[in-house]
């Protein structure tokens, strides 16, 4: 995202997109790559509502939010952009509030990597992992990363 101090985000948590849907895919390839026809799209707030539930100490994905969305609504698989999107909404969103933070830092990108698109970056999101006692690798040489490791096993069960 850019320009994040001139947008409200608060109001995007909250604005009405049509959200919760399904949508019935028909395109081979995605049919194919995630597994079926009933792709799921939920409202940025119920990213928000299900990353408060994650405590300190533990973690979640993108991916572990996305597969809970879809078996909680009987859906195949829940839409991979708007799930990024949503995520990142929701870490932006409680950066704006005084108070009623949502920790977002425990939501993780794919493989436990930290997402640089959150407030502050990845230098923020490690200091408060840090502070939770997760350790954070640094991956690369020229393309770097950082990652939770063991977070596998600091996973919080969303269902």
Do not use: C
């Amino acid at each position: 995202m850019a320009n994040e101090e001139q947008k409200d985000f608060n109001a995007m948590l909250h604005r009405d997109n049509g959200m919760p849907k399904i949508q019935i895919v028909t395109d081979e390839k995605t049919i194919e790559k995630y597994g079926g026809t009933r792709m799921y799209f939920a409202p940025p707030a119920d990213y928000d509502a299900v990353m408060r539930t994650i405590p300190r100490g533990k973690l979640t994905t993108v991916g572990e939010l996305r597969a809970f969305f879809a078996w909680k609504n009987g859906a195949d698989f829940t839409d991979p952009i708007t799930a990024g999107i949503f995520v990142s909404i929701a870490a932006w969103a409680s950066e704006q509030r005084a108070d009623n933070k949502t920790p977002y830092w425990r939501t993780l990108k794919a493989g436990g990597e930290l997402n640089p698109k959150f407030p502050g970056g990845v230098e923020a999101q490690r200091a408060r992992l840090e502070a939770e006692g997760h350790i954070i690798l640094q991956r690369g040489r020229t393309n770097i990363k950082y990652y939770v490791q063991g977070y596998e096993k600091a996973l919080f069960s969303l269902k």
